[in-house]
Each structure stands twice: as C-alpha cells, then as structure tokens.
C-alpha cells in the first residue's frame, strides 16, 4: 500500500503542473494575452521563490536549526494550487481540496510533519502574494501602454 500511495504522492505535482500547463495552452490559445501573462509570472515566479526558498534553508539550514524540514513538495503544490485559483477561480474548491489531500497524504506516508507543512505555507504564501500583485500591476502597466 505503501507503494502505491507513494506513487500518488510522486504525481501529484507534476499532474498539477500539466493541468496549469493546459490552461495557460488554453488562455494563449484563446489570446488572452494579460490573463497568460498573469498566469505565467505567478506560476514561475512562485516556483523560483519556492525553490530559492529550498536552497537558502538547505544553505543555511533554517529548517533543520528549528526542528523541521522545508517542504519542497508543499511549497511546490500550494504555488501551482494558488497561481490555478488566481487564474480560474471556478477550479478554486477543487484546487484547495486536492491541496488539503495532498498535506494529508504526505502525513500519512511521514514524508513531513504538520510543522514542517504549515512553516513552509506560512513562507511561501505571502512571497506568492507578493508576486501575484507584481503580476497584476505588470498586467494593468502593459493594458494602460496598448490603449
């Protein structure tokens, strides 16, 4: 059984990634140039924060100095999660309830504690917000310079 979850729990970022990869594909498709844009500096943006977030932990070993460990796999979800609400709202239930089982997955399978899961939201969120409002005013600049 322990296989089995653990290849969920593997999957699980990177089929959330696709479906956030299909509707960018899908937002450029339809050329919504701004909604693309948006989509795409929250996405990126918020996963080179996560993985920075990763190497300055691992550099100075921020985590490890609290008891706990950085979650990459946490920090990962909840920026694909986030940037896929911020850019569908409609997919918001589905996102954040995928989000919750994932947390829960990896406490059962002991990959993180709860600590180490909410100390890395509690991090990554507000750096993602930040991005997500960069996003919004780059998106209202280019609007206000085309019109």
């Known amino acids: ?35 693309a844009g948006r989509l795409s500096l929250t996405l990126f943006g918020g996963l080179a924060i996560a ?10 070993d921020i985590w490890p100095a609290l008891g706990m460990d950085y979650s990459t796999h946490s920090a990962v979800a909840i920026v694909i999660s986030l940037s896929l609400i911020a850019a569908a709202p409609r997919l918001r239930v589905a996102a ?12 059962y399978q002991e990959y993180h504690s709860v600590a180490d899961i909410l100390s890395t ?8 917000w930040c991005v997500f409002l960069l996003s919004r005013a780059v998106s209202r600049e280019v609007a206000t310079q085309s019109a």
């Open 51 to 60: 993985y920075t977030v990763r190497w300055v932990d691992h550099t100075l």
């Open 121 to 128: 939201a509690l991090v990554i969120a507000p750096f993602w």
């Open 1 to 35: 059984m322990y296989e089995i979850l653990d290849a969920i729990a593997d999957s699980y970022n990177p089929l959330l990634g696709l479906v956030t990869l299909m509707l960018l594909g899908y937002t450029l498709w339809r050329r919504r140039w701004a909604a």
């Open 96 to 107: 954040l309830i995928g989000l919750l089982g994932y947390a829960l997955l990896m406490l």
